[in-house]
T-cell receptor
Framework: GQNIDQPTEMTATEGAIVQINCTYQ??????LFWYQQHAGEAPTFLSY????GLEEKGRFSSFLSRSKGYSYLLLKELQMKDSASYLC??????????FGAGTTVTVRA | NAGVTQTPKFQVLKTGQSMTLQCAQD?????MSWYRQDPGMGLRLIHY???????DQGEVPNGYNVSRSTTEDFPLRLLSAAPSQTSVYFC??????????????FGAGSRLTVL
């Protein structure tokens, strides 16, 4: 199986920046996803990285370093609606998708 | 275009009862899957299917059955419910399995309690 680690909780202030780290160990690698999940709702797709570097999508950016087994999700200009759980998920060499336990981000006014 | 539809949204069972969670998608997705989500744990794959007539086991398949007779439907059956199966269940689909960039569309979830 895969080993995916991310912090359990993070708190930040409205308008600030938060960086959610994800480290992984996997047999083979075919990409890394970030999903957002609001309480009581389904996860929704945020980003996908398969090559090293930074992918930017509006206020959200995702970074990948394959050699370090490391990714981060950067949330800029935080808004109250960004309070949610953020799930890191890794696609292994046999194209199986494994999820981390998720990081709950709380945005305070 | 409804996406992925799961029913029921909530269910309470007694130990030993059986039931079926329904999942249907109208996006012509080949790949469908069932996950369970428990506090403090990531989404764990129960069963998946890469096309009609084809199913395979995921990480935690024991106690669950699936079938895929059509592209649209992928029901999950609990054979004899146990308290350990109390969880939130998500059905998810994507265009194809077996690729890296396989963006999943999730259903709204089914919250199951087994007493």
């Amino acid at each position: 199986g895969q080993n995916i680690d991310q912090p359990t909780e993070m708190t930040a202030t409205e308008g600030a920046i938060v960086q959610i780290n994800c480290t992984y160990q996997t047999s083979g690698f075919n990409g890394l996803f970030w999903y957002q999940q609001h309480a009581g709702e389904a996860p929704t797709f945020l980003s996908y990285n398969v090559l090293d570097g930074l992918e930017e999508k509006g206020r959200f950016s995702s970074f990948l370093s394959r050699s370090k087994g490391y990714s981060y999700l950067l949330l800029k200009e935080l808004q109250m609606k960004d309070s949610a759980s953020y799930l890191c998920a890794v696609v292994s060499g046999d194209y199986k998708l494994s999820f981390g336990a998720g990081t709950t981000v709380t945005v305070r006014a | 275009n409804a996406g992925v539809t799961q029913t029921p949204k909530f269910q309470v069972l007694k130990t030993g009862q059986s039931m079926t969670l329904q999942c249907a998608q109208d996006m012509n997705h080949e790949y469908m899957s069932w996950y369970r989500q428990d506090p403090g744990m990531g989404l764990r794959l129960i069963h998946y299917s890469v096309g009609a007539g084809i199913t395979d086991q995921g990480e935690v398949p024991n106690g669950y059955n699936v079938s895929r007779s059509t592209t649209e439907d992928f029901p999950l059956r609990l054979l004899s419910a146990a308290p350990s199966q109390t969880s939130v269940y998500f059905c998810a689909s994507s265009l194809y399995g077996g690729t890296g960039a396989n963006v999943l569309t999730f259903g709204a979830g089914s919250r199951l309690t087994v007493l």
